[in-house]
Structures are given as structure tokens and as C-alpha cells.
């Protein structure tokens, strides 16, 4: 393979022998779409800081998640903003909550689109923590406890995939253990295995209203400087059961995905979460970047780092994007 016997150039001369040589590919089926929901109805409140991202009441969460659906998106993830917030965040497994209202709502319209519900209680909570506080402090086994009783509430309005996201050790065995004991063996988990304390979750949190009233979530999301950790998490989830593990963010975290596609032999979802999003938008908005190609770039270069699964707010542009084709 040496020059002047190999030239790599002549495979890349004209868009048919590069259609034939590429090595990744970007699909709709890799896609899933986050969405907000919030109580009310005709409610589509647009998020400042995500543009073209809205709030969304049970009915119009419906018509946007069926319009994702017409584009060919397989999936939603869905996170509920309640009416009321209290200390332990209880309406997170209400039944007649607003993201279980939700969940029916979209399953009945939509039968064949795969539901998933993101289980914390960040956005439940009036502390904004992730489960119940004792002393200040996360209190991990309490907090499971209620983390089982939402999942279930979940799995019975007729969710697809659980989704704890709390990063609590032992959530994906207290979510499996929970669902199976009530007869919801069928119903998926897609543990947040690797997720990091990270400062790209900031317009999301303006999204859920959710930021910490005090301290932050570096006692239980990773450390960003840690990948031997991402495994090891990635590890003991896979062993307690999940059926999908995720890295997350995605843009700045490829070699963890790496890592863990590698040693993990189950499906591996990335998420290109809000603060991605947010600058992309942002820098098109001022006409710094090109938004068709940097979209397109940088969703590829998410799967090429070994993910199966790409969770991102820009799902639908690309979707119709690769529609176009
Ligand atoms: C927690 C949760 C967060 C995100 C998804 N689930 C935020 C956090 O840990 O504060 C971030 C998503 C994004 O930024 O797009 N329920
Ligand atoms: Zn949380």
C-alpha cells in the first residue's frame, strides 16, 4: 500500500465511488427524538435557548411526535414537567401524571412508534435533585425505591422503554426488579450508564426548570475526565439488566462511546444533548456555519464512534434531510 501504486485519492474522485467506499451511514432508524410535556392544552411554548424546541401539553407532544413518526423517526423520548413540585417529586408516578397522560396519548395515536420516558426526579423535585434528599445529600437507596414506583407507573401507561437517568447505583436492578414483579417483563430499559456532570445539559435545564437550588450533581453524574469509570458503569448496568446503554453528551465524550461500544456487546445509544444543540444553532443563526452539513457531520461522526442509537433534538431536520437524498 505504498504511493505510487496506492493512491487513496482515486476512490474519492466523483460521489459514486464514494457512495460505494463509505464506511458509515446515517438512517432515520438511528433516531430518537426528546420532548418536553408540560400540563395544559394547546400549550407549544417555544425554549429560548433551543430554538425550534418547544414545551409541549399532552395534545400537541401528539401532533409533534406524529409528525416525527411521518418522517420515519422510530422513536420519542419524553420528559414530563409536572403541575406541582414537592420535596420527593410524587408526581412522577401519578397516574393521571402529565407525562403518563402523555405516554397513553401518543401510544393510542401512534401505535407503532416506540415510546420512551425519561425517569428522574430532577424535574419533579422542588430542591431540583435527583431523587430524595437526606442531609443535603442524595440519598441513593431512597431514592430507588421511588425510581421503581415511577418506572412502573410508566410501564403501565404503556411505555415502550424506561429510561432512569439519575446515574443512582443499582437503578437499572430496582427498575428491572420492579417492572418484572408486576408483569411488565417486556418493557425495556435504556439505562443513562454514562453521563456526565456536565455543563452542556444548561438550556435543557432552563427547558425542565430543573437546576439545582443548591450544590450540583457532581456526587453522582461522572467526573469528564474519567473513561476506565465509563465502562465499569457501563458494565454493572449491562449486568443488572439493560437492554440499551447510553453515553451522554455526545459531541465531546466520542472516545468514551468508543470505549464502550468496544467492551460492551449490547445496543449503545449517544445523546447529543441540549447545549450540542444550542450551538449549533446558535453559530447558524449568526451564518458562522453551514446547518445542513455541520448537522450531518456531526450526527455521522456520532454513529462512526460506535453508537447504534443517536438521541438528538435535531432528529426531525435530519430526518428530512436524509429524506431529500
Ligand atoms: C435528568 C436529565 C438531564 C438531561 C436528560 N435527563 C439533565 C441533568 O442531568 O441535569 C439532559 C438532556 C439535555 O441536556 O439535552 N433528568
Ligand atoms: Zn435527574
Redesign the pocket.
Known sequence: MNYPDYRPRRMRRTEGLRRLVRETRLSVDDFVY?MFVVPGTGVEKPITSMPGQFNYSVDKAVEAASRAADLGIPAVLL?GIPEHKDAVGSEAWKDQGVVQKAIRAIKKARPNLVVMV?A?F??YTDHGH?GVLQHGELDNDASLENLARASLSYAKAGCDVVAP??MLDGFVSAVRESLDEDGFDQCAIMA?SV?YASA??G???EAVD?APQSGD?RGH?MDYANVAEAVREAGMDAAEGADIIMV?PALAYLDVVRAVSDEINLPIAA?A???E?AMIEAAAAAGWIDKERIVMETLTGIRRAGSDIIIS?HAPYAAALLAKK
Request: charged share 25%; aromatic share 30%; with cysteine.
Open positions: 426528546p420528559f425519561d428522574c430532577c424535574e435527583c437517568s439519575g443513562y453521563k452542556y445539559y438550556p435543557f435545564r430543573s450533581r453524574q451522554k445523546y444533548v441540549s447545549g444543540y433534538y
